[in-house]
């Protein structure tokens, strides 16, 4: 009444075999006769080794291509990254000089290229910021400086030593001055 595929081989007098069976129905879905088959199970096993053959050559040659597949995708993936990297190094070090244009130039709009071109935006901003900073500084310094320089002067003004000093000069000039006026 149904199909049976009996992959179980059985020997006989004329060799080993696998057998198969099915229905013969007519136009009113009954079941009017039966069809058997057997097929030497030699044939059956070539068959099955052939194709178990193609199969691992075929999942050998498809994995060797999705390999080298991969391999390039992701060194195409990888390399923008690399390349940011290196630059993130470079501008750690100072070096703001950074050409990114051909990370994100490109036909295509990724996220790596998104990326580079924020990113080049960002290296611009810190030299700006770096430079307004070193500016500040050089001016930070005049200032401190001229603050020493003052505050030295004052404690040389305010000093025992320069008061005495000031005090004999006064006393000279009013001397010289006396001076002058007795000869005139």
């Not at 007098?13 to 879905?29: C, E, F, M, Q, R």
């Not at 006769?33 to 030497?40: A, H, P, R, V």
């Not at 020493?148 to 006393?171: C, G, N, P, W």
Request: glycine content about 6%; cysteine-free; charged content about 30%.
């Amino acid at each position: 009444k149904e199909e049976t595929v009996n992959m179980n081989y059985f020997s006989d007098d004329w060799g080993t075999w696998v057998s198969a069976y099915g229905p013969i129905l007519n136009s009113d879905l009954e079941v009017v006769g039966g069809l058997g088959m057997d097929m030497k199970a030699d044939y059956v096993r070539q068959v099955q080794q052939a194709i178990l053959d193609r199969i691992v050559v075929s999942f050998l040659i498809t994995y060797a291509v999705l390999f080298i597949l991969v391999f390039l995708l992701s060194r195409g993936l990888t390399r923008p990254i690399t390349a940011l990297t290196a630059t993130a190094e470079r501008v750690a070090e100072g070096e703001y000089d950074q050409d990114l244009s051909t990370l994100y130039s490109g036909r295509t709009r990724d996220e790596v290229s998104t990326l580079a071109q924020v990113f080049d935006i960002m290296i611009g901003k810190v030299h700006a910021r770096e430079e307004h900073l070193k500016r500040q500084v050089r001016e930070l310094r005049i200032e401190i400086d001229q603050s020493k320089k003052e505050r030295h002067v004052q404690e040389i003004v305010e000093s025992d030593y320069f008061q005495e000093l000031r005090a004999s000069a006064k006393e000279m000039r009013r001397r010289v001055r006396g001076e002058d006026e007795d000869s005139a």
